[in-house]
């Protein structure tokens, strides 16, 4: 289960630099979008029972988001918000791949405490949310209200770090206790996210926020760390480099790929390292999937 934002991606990839004044050829697509949707989105892929709370406008593009993730295996419990329209991300892709964003998420951040139900939470395994979530009134409120009603329902809780800008705008401080006071199981991160929160102490210091940490390093690979017997675990699980023309999406895509292999491994009664060196492997061909694959056209009529 994942909470969060289902919004249109506006992908502008022009094929040269821009030039102030005129235009220059590229591509324009419109396709899904949102952190929160896309994890969702590749859990059901993955086969795993994937469900989205998201709210949206009463709007056709709307009305398409969802139909494109029911498509893929989501059950989306979306709240329509009278007088918002869905929101909108504008995404300027660069040559090199280098992206920059420009954010109306418009009803992504109306979802209200009240419009939770419980009954979406029995038989949840994990609910998975990003910072975006747990930011600003009412969708803040909202994501504590699901990350309570999850752990009443015996499910574990993941977190993604998802953006430093959003993370700090309260202060380093205020950053670490609200992730110290939701505890999540598993916590992920960009290297430039925990080392945001961790402010130059050993990346180990994750794990002082929650007992499974991963650390996703791009081409790079990744880093995991866990708490066994008092003792913290560390390795790094490589992965093949590959060249995207756009990598929205990827950390994403990584996030289920390692959630769903995780939650698996712990079913079958693994040893902790390689249940979490699997899932890091698992995450890796996911986000692989994602920035191999053009991102389809989504349909708005």
């Given amino acids: 289960m994942v909470l969060g934002d289902l919004v249109l991606d506006v992908v502008l990839a022009p094929t040269e630099a821009i030039a102030i004044g005129t235009d220059v050829v590229g591509r324009v697509a419109i396709v899904q979008g949102g952190s929160a949707a896309t994890t969702a989105r590749w859990l059901g892929k993955l086969g795993a029972r994937s469900s989205l709370i998201a709210a949206i406008g009463h709007d056709g593009p709307g009305r398409a988001l969802v139909k494109a993730l029911e498509g893929d295996r989501v059950t989306v419990r979306a709240v329509r918000i009278a007088g918002a329209r869905t929101g909108r991300i504008g995404v300027l892709v660069a040559p090199g791949g280098e992206r920059s964003f420009v ?6 951040l109306r979802l209200r405490p009240e419009d939770l ?5 029995v038989g949840a395994d994990l609910l998975h949310l990003t910072v975006y979530s747990l930011l600003g009134d009412p969708l803040a409120d909202s994501g504590l209200r699901a990350i ?8 574990l809780i993941s977190l993604d770090l998802a953006s430093i800008g959003p993370l700090l705008a309260g202060g380093r401080r205020a950053a670490r206790e609200l992730i110290a006071g939701i505890a999540p199981d598993v916590l992920f991160a960009t290297a430039g996210e925990a080392e945001a929160l961790v402010a ?3 990346v180990t210091g994750l794990l002082d926020y929650a007992p499974v940490a ?3 390093r791009g081409p790079k690979g990744a880093t995991v760390l866990a708490r066994s017997d008092a003792q913290a675990v560390r390795f790094e699980v490589a992965t093949a480099r ?7 999406g990827a950390g994403d895509a990584f996030d289920a790929g390692f959630l769903s292999s995780w939650l698996g ?12 060196q699997q899932a890091a492997l698992a995450g890796h061909r996911a986000a692989g999937r994602q920035l191999s694959a053009v991102r389809p056209e989504l349909t708005l009529g």
């Fill in 103 to 108: 954010t109306d998420r418009g009803a992504a």
């Fill in 148 to 155: 309570a009603l999850a752990r009443a329902a015996g499910a």
């Fill in 200 to 202: 130059g102490h050993p």
């Fill in 214 to 216: 991963v650390v996703k």
């Fill in 265 to 276: 491994s712990r079913a079958s009664g693994r040893s902790l390292p390689a249940s979490l």
């Fill in 117 to 121: 139900k419980p009954s979406w939470f």
């Fill in 242 to 248: 590959l060249a995207a023309a756009d990598t929205t």
